[in-house]
């Protein structure tokens, strides 16, 4: 008979098998356990983090701020204050797994530009007015999508070390009241940081930074 936590698993370790197929079984799995707190962080890989919610230390990520020149382009600028530099370049990422997915197979480069009071702060401590962006790494924005597989994959082991694995898609009553233990109850905790919520966009010029 088909045991539901060894699946996920065996799909966790399947390059073949999409996150989102991934993600939506773990939500099952959760929804069935009861095991809100996992639910809710899947929930919001799904459908972002909303403004205001605690956002993942995974999804902080830092980007290259640039200064738009008119002779060589794009070019990297440093911020004279390594407090402000740091404030400015790194991000915290609140876009949803789908749009991130939609992001990435665009392949445009993802960049937030600046707006605003911002911009004009950034005009007064560079020196320079013109305009500026932050330049987002690709491969640390597909560094979210590996990590969120490989926290499925521990979670899942998790389960299968408290003596949870499901028949089909049914759960036993000992192996609820199981998985309501503390360790797999406040399994994503470890996962939380500060709150920013920044929306990345792909290489246009109408993106903007959020703060």
């Not at 404030?87 to 445009?108: F, G, W, Y």
């Not at 009241?177 to 406040?186: L, R, T």
Request: hydrophobic share 40%; aromatic share 8%; glycine share 6%.
């Amino acid at each position: 008979m088909t045991k539901i936590v060894i699946d996920l698993q065996r799909n966790a370790l399947d390059p073949n098998v999409e996150i989102l197929t991934l993600l939506r079984q773990a939500y099952l799995i959760s929804k069935k356990l009861k095991l809100a707190e996992f639910e809710s962080w899947i929930q919001s890989e799904l459908n972002g983090y909303k403004q205001g919610s605690a956002v993942p230390k995974y999804r902080v990520i830092w980007g290259e701020l640039k200064g738009f020149n008119p002779v060589r382009g794009w070019i990297p600028v440093l911020i004279p204050y390594s407090d402000i530099h740091e404030v400015i370049c790194k991000t915290e990422i609140n876009n949803s797994i789908p749009n991130i997915l939609s992001i990435l197979k665009a392949d445009r480069g993802i960049e937030m530009q600046f707006h605003g009071a911002m911009a004009a702060k950034l005009a007064e401590m560079v020196g320079q007015l013109t305009s500026y962006k932050l330049d987002i790494p690709i491969n640390a924005v597909e560094e979210i999508i590996e990590i969120v597989r490989t926290n499925i994959l521990d979670w899942s082991m998790l389960l299968e070390e408290n003596g949870i694995f499901g028949k089909e898609l049914e759960f036993s009553l000992n192996e609820k009241e199981q998985a309501k233990q503390a360790d797999i109850v406040n399994y994503t905790n470890n996962f939380y940081g500060a709150v920013d919520n920044t929306q990345l966009q792909q290489g246009t010029s109408s993106s903007e930074q959020s703060k």
